[in-house]
T-cell receptor
Framework: DTGVSQNPRHKITKRGQNVTFRCDPI?????LYWYRQTLGQGPEFLTY????????KSRLLSDRFSAERPKGSFSTLEIQRTEQGDSAMYLC????????????FGQGTRLTVV | QKEVEQNSGPLSVPEGAIASLNCTYS??????FFWYRQYSGKSPELIMF????GDKEDGRFTAQLNKASQYVSLLIRDSQPSDSATYLC????????????FGSGTRLSIRP
């Protein structure tokens, strides 16, 4: 499978715990994006990387959220001290550099905070 | 004003008819525009993009762009029950071409 891969697909955690999600982009894609989606809403931009550089981070993203892409390949999104409001689908997408940025999504990680 | 706006629907269209989905955007400098389809419980799937004023056709889908009016639409001809999904309009911002902003989506239902 050469598409965007996300793990785990589902995560249930207790409030206050830390969680980490992984995204493996399409191999030749150097741009990687993280989005969050709640029921009935469109994907909400969180952050994006070009190679290993994090070029933009949403103002909506609290300091409990951090993302890395250490070698410009896979990326991780960590949420510290999870809250019930963090329950959502976390989506990763990747694209080639250049315009237009055709972004392709992984299957997402569904987080439930109990 | 939201950066990308869509009517949330639901939009109900009889099978075989034309479904028309609309989107407006606020960043006048945006250069390209995308339509994604999202089935319930699944991730968004890219179906079309357009960057020139006018129409772009791909099979049963036609994207229409009017930059002066900051308006982009998606027409689906000969609608099928399998077209029932949420359609998301996505617009990369001019100031940061890779920050792609999504609308809230329009839920489309094709009735047999």
């Amino acid at each position: 499978d050469t598409g965007v891969s996300q793990n785990p697909r589902h995560k249930i955690t207790k409030r206050g715990q830390n969680v980490t999600f992984r995204c493996d982009p399409i191999s030749e894609h150097n741009r990687l994006y993280w989005y969050r989606q709640t029921l009935g809403q469109g994907p909400e931009f969180l952050t994006y990387f070009q190679n290993e550089a994090q070029l933009e981070k949403s103002r909506l993203l609290s300091d409990r959220f951090s993302a890395e892409r250490p070698k410009g390949s896979f990326s991780t999104l960590e949420i510290q001290r999870t809250e019930q409001g963090d329950s959502a689908m976390y989506l990763c997408a990747s694209s080639l550099q250049g315009l237009p940025p055709e972004a392709f999504f992984g299957q997402g990680t569904r987080l439930t905070v109990v | 004003q939201k950066e990308v706006e869509q009517n949330s629907g639901p939009l109900s269209v009889p099978e075989g008819a034309i479904a028309s989905l609309n989107c407006t955007y606020s960043d006048r400098g945006s250069q390209s525009f995308f339509w994604y389809r999202q089935y319930s419980g699944k991730s968004p799937e890219l179906i079309m993009f357009i960057y020139s004023n006018g129409d772009k056709e791909d099979g049963r889908f036609t994207a229409q762009l009017n930059k002066a009016s900051q308006y982009v639409s998606l027409l689906i001809r000969d609608s099928q029950p399998s077209d029932s999904a949420t359609y998301l309009c996505a617009v990369p911002t001019y100031s940061s071409a890779s920050k792609i902003i999504f609308g809230s989506g329009t839920r489309l239902s094709i009735r047999p």
